[in-house]
């Protein structure tokens, strides 16, 4: 046979496998193109598929798909993340309503009020009031803004000791009216490597649960765990009736004393758990010879590492 024919006979064959490679591949992209149509228009959890194709459209079809699963995800998250936000600004605003509520109350004694001593009364429980609804607003703030996956700690080094004692003292009036002495056992010098004024929220989260749900006594330790940890315990006794439940004290707009005569926010706690986690420290709830404890580990200074 002659050699041109031959050859001339393999350049048609390469151009039709050629065109037939060209074809497939259009075909595949224009079933892809479809396939994404569908599931940009409708709200599906399929995933692209492709029957027999080539290896690198078969690559691009799982690429593909991860991304689609990636994106599938993030929207869970962030829906999941709106509705825990709604129900934080509802369950908040409930709250919020109650204080609001008795300050227009007082208020409106008070202008009515020909006593002064009855006026300075009234002046201090609107001032309490005030104070109250504060807090929550600032818990409030905090805990959104903790739940933004963005967010992060400034870590540097903390003198856990004298942020404790520092935050201990802030609150000496506070115990002094509800007629409370501390029992205190803190070690001095005790470092980290954490956010001091995430260090100092967690701290008065705990001594506020103390005062506002605790019985008539208060523990505050300070000290150095195994395995170069350190470990700060704030307890209170635990009044009749009101056993706190372990399993559920970080939750969200958990409280424990179910006549909710005391104004908080129900989220002091799920506050607290989410910043020491942010430190990369642990958190635990325990109840011990009629006392509620709340436990947090922490790296010493010693055991962290310098990138931390």
Do not use: W
Not at 236 to 257: A, C
Request: charge should be neutral.
């Amino acid at each position: 046979m002659n050699p041109l024919i031959i050859i001339l006979i393999i350049c048609i064959l390469i151009i039709l496998v050629l065109v037939f490679f060209i074809v497939s591949i259009i075909s595949s992209i224009r079933e892809l193109n479809k396939q994404l149509d569908f599931i940009g228009e409708n709200k599906t959890n399929m995933t692209i598929s492709i029957g027999a194709s080539t290896r690198s459209i078969r690559k691009l079809t799982d690429r593909i798909n991860k991304v689609l699963v990636a994106c599938r995800n993030r929207e869970i998250e962030t829906a999941r993340k709106d509705d825990e936000i709604k129900e934080t600004i509802t369950s908040m605003s409930h709250d919020i309503r109650t204080p609001l509520t008795s300050l227009k109350g007082y208020f409106d004694l008070m202008c009515e009020s020909d006593s002064e001593e009855d006026k300075d009364r009234y002046k201090g429980i609107i001032a309490e009031r005030i104070d109250s609804l504060g807090e929550m607003l600032e818990q409030m703030f905090i805990y959104t803004k903790i739940n933004n996956s963005s967010y992060k700690l400034e870590k540097e080094r903390v003198n856990v000791s004298q942020t404790l004692i520092s935050t201990l003292l802030s609150y000496f009036e506070d115990f002094e009216r509800r007629g409370m002495t501390p029992d205190i056992d803190i070690d001095e010098d005790v470092f980290t490597v954490g956010d001091e004024p995430a260090l100092k929220r967690v701290f008065q989260n705990l001594i506020k649960n103390s005062l506002n749900h605790g019985a008539d006594s208060v523990t505050v330790r300070l000290k150095k765990a195994e395995g170069k940890k350190l470990k700060i315990s704030v307890g209170n006794g635990i009044k009749d009736g009101q056993i706190p439940d372990v399993t559920r004290v970080f939750d969200r707009f958990y409280k424990g004393d179910k006549s909710r005569h005391v104004n908080s926010s129900g989220i002091g706690l799920s506050v607290t758990q989410k910043l020491i986690i942010l430190m990369g420290g642990s958190i635990e709830a325990v109840i011990s010879d009629n006392m509620f404890f709340i436990n947090i580990y922490l790296e010493e200074l010693a055991n962290v590492s310098k990138e931390a």
